[in-house]
């Protein structure tokens, strides 16, 4: 005997509904909460979506993603596919951050989640909407490659100019953003030299002694911030932080390292 599947009804997909009004909204221009809504639930029902859950954030700002908690909630859904849409009313009431909208619609597209902002006509359920959806990808994209390129410039011209990139190398410590000598510190560092140049002790037992790995020993001996040098990208640059040593003993450390 086979079971009919005519009586069995087929699951709907799942939507989120995402609603938010700010106190300054309200007073202004009249938005709600319960307008929001109601135009949400009939335009996901129509296009046969059952409601998940409806998230929430009155007299929240849109400036900001991350103090409005019923956006974390949602993100964190999205992340988890516990729906396949969300559904917006307007895309100001999601974000005015464009950046945050275009960072937050590719995360979502790369969850599999849908995006519906109903006033604005942005879906990603059809052909064209998903061609929006690219291109808005494409811009995220662009965004995070032009803040690289921001962060790798800027980098490196404090590098040029000698300001410290890193963290601070054994001896030094980081004072409003420049590198100075740590004086409690920095006779650590020139006992290793020290020991290591005028004594015979190995490599091993120098690293034990001053409780490091011999890597980190390595890196302790020949880092040239110790000459009052920076380094970004394979470069050297002259730095504006005091020397701790001479270029004439730092090279015979060197020699000796190699031997």
Same mark, same amino acid.
């Given at each position: 005997?086979? $079971?009919?599947?005519?009586? /069995?009804? =087929?699951?709907?997909?799942?939507?989120?509904?995402?609603?938010? %009004? !700010?106190?300054? +909204?309200?007073?202004?221009?009249?938005?709600?909460?319960?307008?929001?809504?109601?135009?949400?639930?009939?335009?996901?029902?129509?296009?046969?979506?059952?409601?998940?859950k409806?998230?929430?954030?009155?007299?929240?700002?849109?400036?900001?993603?991350?103090?409005?908690?019923?956006?974390?909630?949602?993100?964190?859904d999205?992340?988890?596919?516990?729906?396949?849409?969300?559904?917006?009313?307007?895309?100001?009431?999601?974000?005015?951050? $464009?950046?945050?909208?275009? /960072?937050? =619609?590719?995360?979502?597209?790369?969850?599999?989640?849908?995006? %519906? !902002?109903?006033? +604005?006509?942005?879906?990603?359920?059809?052909?064209?909407?998903?061609?929006?959806?690219?291109?808005?990808?494409?811009?995220?994209?662009?965004?995070?490659?032009?803040?690289?390129?921001?962060?790798?410039?800027?980098?490196?011209?404090?590098?040029?100019?000698?300001?410290?990139?890193?963290?601070?190398?054994?001896?030094?410590k980081?004072?409003?953003?420049?590198?100075?000598v740590?004086?409690?510190?920095?006779?650590?560092?020139?006992?290793?030299?020290?020991?290591?140049?005028?004594?015979?002790?190995?490599?091993?037992?120098?690293?034990?002694?001053?409780?490091?790995?011999?890597?980190?020993?390595?890196?302790?001996?020949?880092?040239?911030?110790?000459?009052?040098?920076?380094?970004?990208?394979?470069?050297?640059?002259?730095?504006?932080?005091?020397a701790?040593?001479?270029?004439?003993?730092?090279?015979?450390?060197?020699?000796?390292?190699?031997?």
């Amino acid at each position: 005997m086979t $079971l009919s599947t005519q009586n /069995i009804p =087929i699951a709907k997909p799942l939507a989120a509904l995402y609603v938010r %009004v !700010s106190t300054e +909204d309200q007073a202004k221009y009249g938005f709600s909460l319960a307008a929001q809504e109601e135009a949400l639930k009939n335009y996901a029902t129509a296009l046969g979506y059952e409601i998940y859950k409806i998230y929430k954030d009155e007299g929240k700002s849109a400036k900001d993603l991350d103090h409005r908690p019923s956006m974390q909630e949602l993100l964190s859904d999205a992340q988890t596919k516990l729906f396949s849409a969300i559904f917006i009313y307007k895309l100001d009431r999601f974000s005015r951050s $464009l950046k945050d909208l275009i /960072i937050t =619609i590719d995360q979502l597209k790369g969850w599999g989640i849908d995006f %519906v !902002s109903l006033q +604005d006509r942005i879906e990603t359920t059809s052909a064209s909407g998903k061609l929006m959806f690219h291109i808005i990808s494409a811009f995220a994209e662009f965004e995070r490659n032009i803040i690289g390129e921001r962060t790798t410039f800027g980098m490196e011209r404090k590098s040029k100019e000698g300001g410290a990139i890193t963290k601070p190398p054994l001896g030094y410590k980081m004072v409003d953003k420049k590198l100075i000598v740590d004086p409690e510190k920095a006779p650590h560092v020139k006992a290793i030299f020290d020991e290591f140049l005028n004594s015979d002790i190995s490599l091993n037992q120098l690293a034990h002694k001053h409780n490091l790995t011999v890597n980190g020993l390595k890196k302790v001996l020949s880092n040239r911030a110790y000459l009052g040098e920076v380094k970004f990208a394979g470069k050297e640059h002259h730095g504006i932080h005091e020397a701790l040593f001479k270029e004439e003993l730092f090279n015979q450390v060197q020699h000796k390292l190699v031997r």
